[in-house]
């Protein structure tokens, strides 16, 4: 699992991979139980907090499954929405619809605390399944109204959206290790085809 968005919201949606264009071809949420394993990894919720997320959907399956089923449509519109963004579309109106009802979900369910001289949103009810979602959606709703959008981009080998944070804004990929990696061993086994085909040809 590679965290690689630099935005939670944008990992969030990266939990699907695929090629850049096209439908995903892999996901890693397959059930309830999967969105707390990723929450819980990616540091939005402590050991504790997951314990009880977990215990309260395997006593309520049929709760777990709707939370699980919420997961999935609030990636799709974040996915739709950022995805857009990044190749310099413009949203439709029933997606942004959509997207602030889940940002007033978000926001009903949180409370502001003091925090570093400053205060933040804070959502520490655990007893309600979609409650992970609510950081994630509210990290999306603040990342599209105050950016930097500038910065989104899809990464040019899969999936993977990702706040390019480079200083002259040249990442290509959602990281070298991988896309990167596979994009240079692909121009050097073309640059070595047609170096042999040259060689046949003189
Ligand atoms: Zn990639």
Same mark, same amino acid.
């Given at each position: 699992?590679?965290?690689?968005?630099?935005?939670?919201?944008?990992?969030?949606?990266?939990?699907?991979?695929?090629?850049?264009?096209?439908?995903?071809?892999?996901?890693?949420?397959?059930?309830?139980?999967?969105?707390?394993?990723?929450?819980?990894?990616?540091?939005?919720?402590?050991?504790?907090? !997951? #314990?009880? +997320?977990?215990?309260? /959907?395997?006593? &309520?399956?049929?709760?777990?499954? $709707?939370?699980? *089923?919420?997961?999935?449509?609030?990636?799709?519109?974040?996915?739709?929405?950022?995805?857009?963004?990044?190749?310099?579309?413009?949203?439709?109106?029933?997606?942004?619809?959509?997207?602030?009802?889940?940002?007033?979900?978000?926001?009903?369910?949180?409370?502001?605390?003091?925090?570093?001289?400053?205060?933040?949103?804070?959502?520490?009810?655990?007893?309600?399944?979609?409650?992970?979602?609510?950081?994630?959606?509210?990290? !999306? #709703?603040? +990342?599209?109204?105050? /950016?930097?959008? &500038?910065?989104?981009?899809?990464? $040019?080998?899969? *999936?993977?959206?990702?706040?390019?944070?480079?200083?002259?804004?040249?990442?290509?990929?959602?990281?070298?290790?991988?896309?990167?990696?596979?994009?240079?061993?692909?121009?050097?086994?073309?640059?070595?085809?047609?170096?042999?085909?040259?060689?046949?040809?003189?």
């Amino acid at each position: 699992m590679r965290i690689v968005g630099g935005n939670l919201a944008l990992d969030f949606v990266n939990t699907r991979s695929g090629p850049p264009d096209g439908p995903p071809d892999d996901d890693i949420l397959h059930r309830y139980d999967d969105v707390i394993a990723w929450a819980r990894w990616i540091g939005l919720l402590t050991d504790t907090a !997951a #314990a009880q +997320l977990r215990r309260q /959907g395997q006593a &309520d399956a049929i709760a777990a499954q $709707a939370a699980y *089923r919420r997961a999935l449509d609030v990636r799709d519109r974040l996915d739709e929405l950022f995805r857009s963004v990044a190749t310099g579309h413009t949203p439709t109106g029933r997606l942004l619809a959509a997207f602030r009802d889940d940002a007033a979900e978000a926001l009903a369910h949180a409370e502001i605390r003091a925090d570093d001289g400053g205060f933040r949103w804070h959502w520490a009810d655990h007893r309600d399944l979609r409650q992970p979602l609510w950081p994630i959606v509210h990290t !999306a #709703a603040t +990342l599209l109204t105050t /950016g930097p959008l &500038d910065r989104l981009k899809g990464c $040019a080998g899969c *999936r993977f959206l990702f706040l390019d944070e480079s200083k002259n804004r040249s990442r290509r990929w959602c990281s070298m290790e991988d896309c990167g990696t596979a994009a240079k061993i692909h121009r050097y086994v073309a640059r070595r085809a047609s170096a042999r085909a040259r060689t046949a040809a003189s």
